[in-house]
């Protein structure tokens, strides 16, 4: 079973929108990790969080941890139509993990102008 | 400083044939981990390998397919005698040494462009 799982599975937005994407996990995590990827490329790394932090931004980008939850959020702010992309959080388990980052199956964001 | 190399990008095997992936880490980057992607699904991770050794193959199947990171070389994966439900991108990262001893460094992953095997 996946460890993240996004929510929701695709969304549909138009550009200056705002875009949320959540994100649950099951075990307890050292951090959480944000991918964005587009079709046929790979992934590119947008943010990382730990789990003693509860929030974090970076440019238009701000995620949120509830560790409590077990769940993460991704709000990207003011979309352009090159944020048009999957998301996927991504997280690490403990000390034999590291770098075996458990993904979740991802949202499909279209930001159309 | 370039990326996380991986060819080929593209490739087309016949059922039954050999496929090899390989990799080359970040300069200076000695741990290499390997994914794979299905089609709509998110990346599951196959294996964790270092410099002539392999520290976690939990993720790889129990056959047909291998790892391999030499001294001196791009890492390998290998995936014998392929079979359709192959078909996936298969992506490469690598890390630098000393991210796998700092557990809360936060450090990142950085991960390839992606091969994308396709049997046909």
């Known amino acids: 079973s996946q460890q993240g799982e996004e929510d929701p599975q695709a969304l549909s937005i138009q550009e200056g929108e705002n875009a949320t994407m959540n994100c649950s996990y099951k075990?307890?995590?050292?951090?959480l990790q944000w991918y964005r990827q587009n079709s046929g490329r790979g992934l590119v790394h947008l943010i990382l969080i730990r789990s003693n932090e509860r929030e974090k931004h970076s440019g238009r980008l701000r995620v949120t941890l509830d560790t409590s939850k077990k769940s993460s959020s991704l709000l990207i702010t003011a979309s352009r139509a090159a944020d048009t992309a999957s998301y996927f959080c991504?997280?690490?388990?403990?000390?034999?993990?590291?770098?075996?980052?458990?993904f979740g199956s991802g949202t499909q964001v279209v930001v159309t102008p | 400083n370039a990326g996380v190399m991986q060819n080929p990008r593209h490739l087309v095997r016949r059922r039954g044939q050999e496929a090899r992936l390989r990799c080359s880490p970040m300069?200076?980057?000695?741990?290499v981990y390997w994914y794979r992607q299905l089609p709509e699904e998110g990346l599951k991770f196959m294996v964790y390998l270092q410099k002539e050794n392999i520290i976690d193959e939990s993720g790889m199947p129990k056959e047909r397919f291998s790892a391999e990171f030499p001294k001196e070389g791009p890492s390998i994966l290998r995936i014998q005698q392929v079979v359709r439900g192959d078909s996936a991108a298969y992506f490469c990262?690598?890390?630098?040494?000393?991210?796998?001893?700092?557990?809360?460094?936060?450090?990142?992953?950085?991960f390839g462009e992606g091969s994308w095997l396709t049997v046909v």
């Open positions: 990262a690598s890390s630098p040494p000393e991210v796998g001893d700092n557990l809360l460094s936060g450090n990142t992953i950085y």
């Open positions: 300069k200076g980057h000695s741990h």
């Open positions: 991504a997280t690490d388990a403990g000390t034999d993990s590291w770098g075996k980052l458990q």
């Open positions: 075990t307890s995590i050292n951090n």
